[in-house]
T-cell receptor, first 113, second 115 residues
Framework: AQSVTQLDSQVPVFEEAPVELRCNYS??????LFWYVQYPNQGLQLLLK??????LVKGINGFEAEFNKSQTSFHLRKPSVHISDTAEYFC???????????FGTGTRLTIIP | DAGVIQSPRHEVTEMGQEVTLRCKPI?????LFWYRQTMMRGLELLIY????????DSGMPEDRFSAKMPNASFSTLKIQPSEPRDSAVYFC?????????????FGSGTQLSVL
C-alpha cells in the first residue's frame, strides 16, 4: 500500500520569503501525487497534481512541486508567500486505478507579516 | 455549480444519540467519498462509492458507522450510537471520474461534537 509522510507539522515563514513544504511517499508501484490546501473552516482544494510527464508541476496561486522518483519526494514550493497563503497543506498519493487517495498528516503554513 | 453541499455545518449531540450527516455531490460526478479529519489521525477515508455502489468501506471504524447512497445526488453517513471519540470534522467529496487521479471536490465539512 502507498503512504505519504509530511515531516513538518508547522512551518512559519516571513511574508515575501520563499517556502518549501516537504512530502515523501512510499509505494512499490507508480503513483499519482497531489497537493491540496485547506483554508480555515473550509474543505480541501486541489493545488496541483502529478500524473506523468514533466516532473515540475505548476499549480494555482503561484505554487509548484517537483516529482523526484529517486528520492521519492514531491516537495511543494513558492518563491514568495503572502498572508493569504496561511493554510494547511496536504500531500496525497494514489495509484492508477485505485480510488483511495491517501493523505499525509498536513503542514500548517503560517505567514509572519 | 454550487459545489459539494454538506449538512449540517455543525452538529452537537449527546453520547448514545444517532447522528446523520448528509451530502449532495456535484451533479454528474461518479464517485463520492466520506473522510474524517481529526488532530490525532489527520484525514482518513471512511468509505467511497462509485456510481452509487459502495466500493470500499474498510475505513469505517466499526459497526456503529454506516453509509448509504440511494441515488446519484445524495449520500448519508450515520453514526448510531455516537460516542465522544467520534467528534471530528466529516468531509464529503466527489470526483467526476472513476479514479482519484482526477480532482476531488470537497464540501465544507460537518463539525461533529459528541458530548
Amino acid at each position: 500500500a502507498q503512504s505519504v509522510t509530511q515531516l513538518d507539522s508547522q512551518v512559519p515563514v516571513f511574508e515575501e520569503a520563499p517556502v518549501e513544504l516537504r512530502c515523501n511517499y512510499s509505494s512499490s508501484v507508480s503513483v499519482y501525487l497531489f497537493w491540496y490546501v485547506q483554508y480555515p473552516n473550509q474543505g480541501l482544494q486541489l493545488l496541483l497534481k502529478y500524473l506523468s510527464g514533466s516532473t515540475l508541476v505548476k499549480g494555482i496561486n503561484g505554487f509548484e512541486a517537483e516529482f523526484n522518483k529517486s528520492q521519492t519526494s514531491f516537495h511543494l514550493r513558492k518563491p514568495s508567500v503572502h498572508i493569504s497563503d496561511t493554510a494547511e497543506y496536504f500531500c496525497a498519493v494514489t495509484k492508477f486505478g485505485n480510488e483511495k487517495l491517501t493523505f499525509g498528516t498536513g503542514t500548517r503554513l503560517t505567514i509572519i507579516p | 455549480d454550487a459545489g459539494v453541499i454538506q449538512s449540517p455545518r455543525h452538529e452537537v449531540t449527546e453520547m448514545g444519540q444517532e447522528v446523520t450527516l448528509r451530502c449532495k455531490p456535484i451533479s454528474g460526478h461518479n464517485s463520492l467519498f466520506w473522510y474524517r479529519q481529526t488532530m490525532m489521525r489527520g484525514l482518513e477515508l471512511l468509505i467511497y462509492f462509485n456510481n452509487n455502489v459502495p466500493i470500499d468501506d474498510s475505513g469505517m471504524p466499526e459497526d456503529r458507522f454506516s453509509a448509504k447512497m440511494p441515488n446519484a445526488s445524495f449520500s448519508t453517513l450515520k453514526i448510531q450510537p455516537s460516542e465522544p471519540r467520534d467528534s471530528a470534522v466529516y468531509f464529503c467529496a466527489s470526483s467526476p471520474g472513476t479514479a482519484t487521479n482526477e480532482k476531488l471536490f470537497f464540501g465544507s465539512g460537518t463539525q461533529l461534537s459528541v458530548l
